[in-house]
């Protein structure tokens, strides 16, 4: 598991920015595109958002039955 940010490749990033703002072109502005633009223009984002990604993936235990209440029986 990486424990260091690496960012996307440029291109991959400009060619993702492209799609969304053909998209919206094409059908208008829509929250989901909104926020990948906001990724595609923000370095801090993409890290912030790689972190937080990290952190829930740290944060399953595998020994819990997450289909049973929070509360004991």
């Keep these: 598991m990486n424990t260091e940010f ?3 490749p440029a291109k991959l990033i400009q060619d993702k920015l492209q799609q ?3 998209y919206e ?3 208008g502005e829509i929250p989901q595109v909104t926020a990948v633009k906001k ?3 923000s370095y801090e984002y993409r890290k912030r958002e790689w972190e937080w990604r990290q952190n829930v993936a ?3 235990n595998f ?3 997450y ?3 929070y509360y004991n029986e």
């Design 58 to 60: 740290k944060s399953i």
């Design 63 to 65: 020994n819990t039955d």
């Design 6 to 8: 690496k960012d996307y």
């Design 25 to 27: 072109a094409k059908y």
């Design 20 to 22: 969304c703002l053909d």
């Design 67 to 69: 289909t049973k209440p």
């Design 39 to 41: 990724w595609c223009k």
